[in-house]
């Protein structure tokens, strides 16, 4: 079977926290458990191991961002990006929810072009808001 086949998709249960948190130290512990109690976090689990993750933010508290992404190195450029994308769509479909955002550092041209390629455009720029004064770029999407 193919890494995709093979990879599940799913909420980040309790059981996850200790990987969340080491995977994703931009944000605190308690932080990442509340988040995995409120479906914040998806995750990609190929053979009982975890190698994608998605961490979903909330503009004012009502407009869905992604506030992190990745895929484990050695798993990347088989469709587990996409498979997360797909489920995070369904979900906040389900919520009622019609455009969510994302974005990426302006020096992350394959970031980019991940996010164009899965129907992302692009719509503004804060100057300046990373580290070394590294743009972000952000992106939107709209869910038919
Ligand atoms: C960005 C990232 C999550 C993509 O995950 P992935 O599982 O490798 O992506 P997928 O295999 O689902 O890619 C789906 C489509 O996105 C586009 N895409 C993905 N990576 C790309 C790249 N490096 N360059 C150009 N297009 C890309 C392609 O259209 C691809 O489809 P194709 O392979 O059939 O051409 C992964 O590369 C990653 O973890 N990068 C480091 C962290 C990061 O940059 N996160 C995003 C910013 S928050």
Known sequence: MSVIERTIVRFAEPQDLEWCVVEDDSVTEQVTRNKIVN????VGEIDGQLIGYVRLEYLWSKIA??????????????GVGRKMLNFLENHLKEYGHDVFYSSSQADEPEAQAWHRGNGFTECG????LNEGGIGEVFFRKFLA
Do not use: K, P, Q, S
Not at 39 to 42: N, Y
Not at 65 to 78: C, D, N, P, Q, T
Not at 125 to 128: D, P
């Open 65 to 78: 961002y992604i506030g992190m992404l990745f895929v484990e190195e050695a798993y990347r450029r088989a």
């Open 39 to 42: 479906d914040e976090i998806i």
């Open 125 to 128: 720029m804060i100057n300046g």
